[in-house]
């Protein structure tokens, strides 16, 4: 089962499944224990059944891991020691917690187009790539277009 105690001593690791480093981790860490009291008012002393993921921590490592990976749920149930649906209902309440303890940061993405604007029009202005999909276009009957249009593939992969 995959622990926050188990990454936090491998830099690379912990960057590569949350895109942060231990220092940025336990900052948001603080934040979102909190959050996470108010949002579920759970008082993890007062009995009921055991949490599927009992450390703050792990729970902070599912959801950014989650996030940043999009592994199938069945993939992230096994790692973290958890059945599909387990997975799934977690994920739920943690990406919600961890909205609002972004939006509490001021680090939460703006999705108004205004919005978007605005900071974009702050923003250093950079080169941008789009990456692109190959469509296949009906043949040219003509030997002129049958040349312009060729991509050098022989065969169509159905």
């Not at 912990?14 to 336990?26: G, N, P, Q, Y």
């Not at 450390?55 to 069945?74: G, H, N, V, W």
């Not at 599909?84 to 609002?100: C, D, E, G, M, Y």
Request: proline share 4%; aromatic share 6%; charged share 25%.
């Amino acid at each position: 089962m995959l622990s926050y105690e188990d990454v936090k001593q491998k830099p690379k690791t912990l960057m590569a499944m949350t895109s942060l480093k231990a220092s940025e981790f336990e900052e948001l860490l603080v934040s979102f224990a909190a959050t996470w009291a108010e949002e579920t008012g759970r008082n993890l002393t007062k009995g009921g059944r055991p949490p599927i993921i009992a450390s703050m921590a792990d729970r902070l490592l599912f959801i950014l891991f989650y996030l940043k990976t999009y592994p199938l749920q069945e993939v992230i149930a096994h790692l973290f020691g958890m059945s599909q649906p387990q997975a799934n209902f977690t994920i739920h309440l943690l990406s919600r917690v961890l909205n609002k303890t972004l939006e509490a940061r001021g680090h939460k993405p703006a999705r108004l187009t205004e919005e978007m604007l605005s900071r974009l029009e702050q923003e250093a202005r950079q080169d941008l790539g789009i990456d692109g999909t190959e469509r296949r276009i009906n043949r040219p009957v003509n030997d002129l277009g049958q040349r312009i249009h060729y991509s050098g593939k022989k065969n169509a992969t159905l």
